[in-house]
């Protein structure tokens, strides 16, 4: 690492405060270039152990020693905390230095000058701290350039790329933006240098190759590294790193406070990239809503979704979806995975969405809805029969996005529910979107899937609709109440039986393997529940009224 930005032991010793000194190097003349961190005076036996290392050390050997053992111990410990260089002051202590300070100087590597005259103390450390100062404000200042250039460039509407190609020329050296994973985002590298040198892209296979399997990333010694900030806690709290490697020059310090201050601008792309992202999004699902409100006219749609970048191909009809997120319209509130909770979480939830959807290879207009917690979108199929097939990949896409872009929900987060509404054109996807809504708050507590086809909901969408009216509390109460009100207090409970025994269409053999019982047990389970409820299980109006009064229990808890 080059020393830009400190100074070394002899530029201190050319300053004119230790010039004045006399100084000359006894050992250690090849170490003249050692970085001095700090300047400290004093006198103390035990010096050492007040050192952190780097420093420049000025004494008259008062606490050096008399005996040779205790001066080379002292020199020796010097030297294993790491300080720059020992100046010793000849005058009432030593009148020439010690041979035994000399030889455990030069074995130890230590760079030892002597002065021969007098000198202030104060005077040198005064000079030298005015001249580490200076160094690194010099330092500042072109970190300083590099930050102000970057300023510029995102002023102007620049992003990532430009960013990084600006900073790759300060430092001469390839650059690399990758995911806290290592992932590769972005690379630059500098121009007018020897291409093979810098090329990016080469240096990073080499650093690929390099790292092997091993995660998180290790760059080689001299590189220097910065987090871009996510604005979050936990994995949010890094959205990428910036990398660069020491190819073509060796990097200095300021290289490593222009990376921090690079981050900072990156760290502000991405997210006003982010926030962009979520905007368009929920533009698009507010499109979406009206034209399953009614608001949008079906003949101005088709304009109006290709303003929003929906092109699809042909004359094929619409596949409208709904993903609903929680039971909580505002499903991160008071926290969430991307770091709070709110619009930084659902710009990254648009982001993921919109990179995942981009595998289906379909047309798809995406949009949010931060009210109802819901992903609305429209695909475009070539044909109704690609319907099932296209709905597969687009459910998928979804949950992965969700799970891209919130990995930290709470474990006994509601999944998402997907709702694939019927394929329709411009004139019924209107009505459909609404159908696919309504049916996403219906699904709540179904076991989960996949994906469902809004026609599998149209019972429960209709039950869901009737929650508010008192009959359809009524109605589950005389029909399962006493039912439920032996599950509260006995068990085994028999409410799974009897869903079992009517999802199996009555047939016992299939009920008492899919329960894992003998079929005595569920003869017996069954009797106890055509006792309490007073009825035949056998009679089909009243199969049918309690499989109703089973599903409508779910939306008048």
């Given at each position: 690492?080059?020393?830009?930005?400190?100074?070394?032991?002899?530029?201190?010793?050319?300053?004119?405060?230790?010039?004045?000194?006399?100084?000359?190097?006894?050992?250690?003349?090849?170490?003249?270039d050692?970085?001095?961190?700090?300047?400290?005076?004093?006198?103390?036996?035990?010096?050492?152990?007040?050192?952190?290392?780097?420093?420049?050390?000025?004494?008259?050997?008062?606490?050096v020693?008399?005996?040779?053992?205790?001066?080379?111990?002292?020199v020796?410990?010097?030297?294993?905390?790491?300080?720059?260089?020992?100046?010793?002051?000849?005058?009432p202590?030593?009148?020439?230095?010690?041979?035994?300070?000399?030889?455990?100087?030069?074995?130890?590597?230590?760079?030892?000058?002597?002065?021969?005259?007098?000198?202030?103390f104060?005077?040198?450390?005064?000079?030298?701290?005015?001249?580490?100062?200076?160094?690194?404000?010099?330092?500042?200042?072109?970190?300083?350039?590099?930050?102000r250039?970057?300023?510029?460039?995102?002023?102007?509407?620049?992003?990532?790329p430009e960013?990084?190609?600006n900073?790759?020329?300060?430092?001469?050296?390839?650059?690399?933006?990758?995911?806290?994973?290592?992932?590769?985002?972005?690379?630059?590298?500098?121009?007018?240098?020897?291409?093979?040198?810098?090329?990016?892209?080469?240096?990073?296979?080499?650093?690929?190759?390099?790292?092997?399997?091993?995660?998180?990333?290790?760059?080689?010694?001299?590189?220097?590294?910065?987090?871009?900030?996510?604005?979050?806690?936990?994995?949010?709290?890094?959205?990428?790193?910036?990398?660069?490697l020491?190819?073509?020059?060796?990097?200095?310090?300021?290289?490593?406070i222009?990376?921090?201050?690079?981050?900072?601008?990156?760290?502000?792309?991405?997210?006003?990239?982010?926030?962009?992202?979520?905007?368009?999004?929920?533009?698009?699902?507010?499109?979406?809503?009206?034209?399953?409100?009614?608001?949008?006219?079906?003949s101005?749609?088709p304009?109006?979704?290709?303003?929003?970048?929906?092109?699809?191909?042909?004359?094929?009809?619409?596949?409208?979806m709904?993903m609903?997120?929680?039971?909580?319209?505002?499903?991160?509130?008071?926290?969430?995975?991307?770091?709070?909770?709110?619009?930084?979480?659902?710009?990254?939830?648009?982001?993921?969405?919109?990179?995942?959807?981009?595998?289906?290879g379909?047309?798809?207009?995406?949009?949010?809805?931060?009210?109802?917690?819901?992903?609305?979108l429209?695909?475009?199929?070539?044909?109704?029969?690609?319907?099932?097939?296209?709905?597969?990949?687009?459910?998928?896409?979804?949950?992965?996005?969700?799970?891209?872009?919130?990995?930290?929900?709470?474990?006994?987060?509601?999944?998402?529910?997907?709702?694939?509404?019927?394929?329709?054109?411009?004139?019924?996807?209107?009505?459909?979107?609404?159908?696919?809504?309504?049916?996403?708050?219906?699904a709540?507590?179904?076991?989960?899937?996949?994906?469902?086809?809004?026609?599998?909901?149209?019972?429960?969408?209709?039950?869901?609709?009737?929650?508010?009216?008192?009959?359809?509390?009524?109605?589950?109460?005389?029909?399962?109440?006493?039912?439920?009100?032996?599950?509260?207090?006995?068990?085994?409970?028999?409410?799974?039986?009897?869903?079992?025994?009517?999802?199996?269409?009555?047939?016992?053999?299939?009920?008492?393997?899919?329960?894992?019982?003998?079929?005595?047990?569920?003869?017996?389970?069954?009797?106890?529940?055509?006792?309490?409820?007073?009825?035949?299980?056998?009679?089909?109006?009243?199969?049918?009224?309690?499989?109703?009064?089973?599903?409508?229990?779910r939306?008048?808890?």
């Amino acid at each position: 690492m080059e020393t830009q930005g400190t100074i070394t032991v002899a530029r201190a010793l050319d300053l004119p405060a230790l010039r004045r000194g006399l100084p000359e190097v006894v050992t250690g003349d090849e170490l003249l270039d050692r970085p001095v961190r700090w300047v400290h005076a004093g006198e103390a036996p035990n010096i050492a152990a007040l050192l952190k290392g780097g420093e420049l050390l000025l004494t008259t050997g008062l606490g050096v020693g008399p005996r040779p053992a205790e001066q080379r111990a002292f020199v020796r410990r010097l030297a294993e905390r790491g300080i720059a260089a020992l100046v010793v002051e000849l005058g009432p202590r030593f009148r020439t230095l010690p041979v035994a300070v000399v030889d455990a100087a030069r074995s130890c590597g230590l760079p030892l000058v002597q002065l021969h005259r007098e000198v202030p103390f104060v005077a040198v450390t005064e000079e030298i701290h005015t001249e580490i100062v200076n160094e690194h404000y010099a330092l500042l200042r072109q970190a300083d350039v590099v930050h102000r250039q970057g300023t510029e460039v995102l002023l102007r509407g620049g992003g990532v790329p430009e960013i990084l190609r600006n900073f790759a020329e300060f430092a001469g050296n390839p650059v690399f933006l990758e995911t806290p994973d290592g992932r590769l985002l972005y690379a630059a590298g500098p121009v007018g240098v020897t291409p093979g040198a810098t090329d990016p892209l080469q240096a990073w296979e080499g650093l690929r190759a390099r790292r092997g399997d091993r995660r998180p990333p290790e760059p080689p010694a001299g590189s220097v590294l910065a987090d871009v900030p996510g604005g979050g806690r936990g994995p949010g709290a890094v959205r990428a790193r910036l990398t660069v490697l020491p190819v073509a020059a060796p990097l200095a310090p300021v290289h490593r406070i222009a990376a921090e201050r690079t981050a900072d601008l990156l760290a502000v792309v991405l997210l006003r990239a982010r926030q962009e992202e979520e905007l368009t999004a929920r533009g698009r699902g507010d499109f979406l809503t009206d034209l399953a409100e009614g608001r949008v006219e079906p003949s101005d749609a088709p304009a109006q979704a290709r303003v929003l970048g929906f092109r699809p191909s042909g004359d094929g009809p619409l596949l409208p979806m709904v993903m609903r997120l929680a039971e909580d319209p505002h499903p991160l509130s008071g926290g969430g995975a991307a770091g709070g909770g709110g619009t930084e979480s659902w710009a990254e939830l648009a982001h993921a969405l919109r990179e995942e959807l981009a595998s289906v290879g379909v047309p798809v207009l995406l949009g949010v809805r931060l009210p109802e917690a819901r992903v609305p979108l429209l695909v475009g199929l070539r044909t109704a029969a690609d319907r099932g097939a296209v709905a597969v990949r687009v459910a998928a896409a979804l949950r992965a996005g969700v799970g891209r872009a919130w990995p930290d929900r709470p474990a006994g987060a509601h999944p998402p529910v997907v709702i694939a509404g019927l394929a329709a054109g411009w004139d019924g996807v209107g009505g459909e979107l609404r159908h696919a809504a309504e049916a996403a708050h219906a699904a709540h507590g179904l076991a989960d899937r996949d994906w469902y086809d809004v026609r599998s909901l149209d019972v429960d969408l209709l039950l869901w609709r009737l929650r508010e009216h008192g009959d359809l509390a009524a109605f589950v109460d005389r029909v399962i109440g006493p039912l439920l009100a032996h599950d509260r207090d006995a068990r085994p409970p028999l409410v799974p039986t009897l869903e079992v025994y009517l999802r199996h269409a009555g047939r016992k053999a299939e009920t008492a393997r899919a329960l894992h019982l003998n079929r005595q047990t569920l003869y017996d389970r069954l009797a106890r529940i055509a006792r309490l409820l007073g009825t035949d299980l056998e009679d089909p109006q009243t199969v049918l009224a309690l499989g109703v009064a089973l599903q409508a229990r779910r939306h008048v808890r």
